[in-house]
Nanobody, 122 residues
Framework: QVQLIESGGGLVQAGGSLRLSCAAS????????MAWFRQTPGKEREFVSV????????DYANSVKGRFTISRDNAKNMGYLQMNRLKAEDTAGYYC???????????????WGQGTQVTVSS
């Protein structure tokens, strides 16, 4: 079965950095776009970033553009989200997801990880 497992979350001070990882198994990883979403209690899950299956295309939410970098290593079935200059408003549960379609729409993603918590102290 398909599994996506996130890691790398934690507590960091504002201005600091974290790198999230997403380990994928049970799917032809390079065929899938991989995205990161985030969610805080009481709010809808929101798009953060997406990378195409080949890694040649990326897209970012305006709120993270210039601070976050998405990448992937298809040889290792791994996805990453490098988060720099973190802000208190970046505090959320972060989820990786996989879809055959390269897009921002949450409903297009059929495979999800369990999430990893990122907490940024101000």
């Amino acid at each position: 079965q398909v599994q996506l497992i996130e890691s790398g979350g934690g507590l960091v001070q504002a201005g600091g950095s974290l790198r999230l990882s997403c380990a994928a198994s049970g799917l032809t990883f390079r065929a899938y776009a991989m995205a990161w979403f985030r969610q805080t209690p009481g709010k809808e899950r929101e798009f953060v970033s997406v990378i195409s299956g080949s890694g040649s295309d990326t897209d970012y939410a305006n709120s993270v553009k210039g601070r976050f970098t998405i990448s992937r290593d298809n040889a290792k079935n791994m996805g990453y989200l490098q988060m720099n200059r973190l802000k208190a408003e970046d505090t959320a549960g972060y989820y990786c997801a996989a879809s055959l379609r390269y897009q921002r729409d949450l409903d297009s993603y059929g495979y999800w990880g369990q999430g990893t918590q990122v907490t940024v102290s101000s």
